[in-house]
């Protein structure tokens, strides 16, 4: 279960959305309903095993997402795949109903499914040849390529689905080469004020600065951090 905030919505609904459905659950600390609807909604979606992704927003905090939405009463719970919506409902609901609503969104695992939960190289491959633009098989080979310096072959198959930021982090690890570049802080942030000096004059430079910037990804502090200091660099 993850808080979205309306910073975060993009990154934990939508682009989450494009890889697995992602139920958003509007409340608010004053709503009786709510606190009745929540944790039958938690247990029937960690039933699923990851098949489904369960947020919550808080509408008091968060007014941005409540009027994406339309909310006008609460608790209001709306399911997203593939960034839109395809199912909702509002008030507190029975724990079967609820269990209805979530199974209608949970895919039936395929053979694809069950070799990427294998893991290994042969059974990606495999995955790949059943479903050549299955998410999970795609970014898993990729990092196994990366991880073994077949930059050219992981981003070719990051190439076949569409970008969220799990596929940019990947992409940027292929592309700088080096996972071992993010080792180490103070090593890491020489080579970024290295990089900050260059990026006005130099493509390459800049490229290799968001690049990493991707790889650190979102949780680092550093990445806002460095975003701005770009940003001030550019403009």
Known sequence: MTEVTDASFERDVLERSAQVPVVVDLWAEWCGPCRTLGPILERVVADTDGAVELTKVNVDENPRIAASFRVQSIPAVYALRDRQVVDSFIGAQPEAAVKEFVS??????????????????????????????????????????????????????????????????????????????????????????DLLDRVKQDEQARRE???????M???????????????ARLF
């Open 104 to 193: 209608r969104l949970a895919p039936a695992a395929t053979e694809a499914d069950r070799l990427v939960e294998l893991g290994d190289e042969s059974s990606l491959r495999q995955a790949l040849e059943l479903e050549p633009d299955h998410p999970g098989a795609v970014v898993a080979l990729a990092e196994v390529l990366v991880a073994r310096g077949e930059a050219e072959e992981a981003l070719g198959l990051l190439g076949r689905v569409p970008e969220t930021a799990e596929i940019r982090r990947v992409a940027a690890l292929a592309r700088l080469g080096d996972g071992a570049a993010l080792d180490g802080d103070a090593g890491l942030e020489v080579r970024l004020d």
């Open 209 to 215: 600065f968001l690049d990493l910037l991707e790889a």
């Open 217 to 231: 990804g979102p949780g680092d502090p550093r990445t806002v951090a460095y975003r701005k200091a770009l940003t």
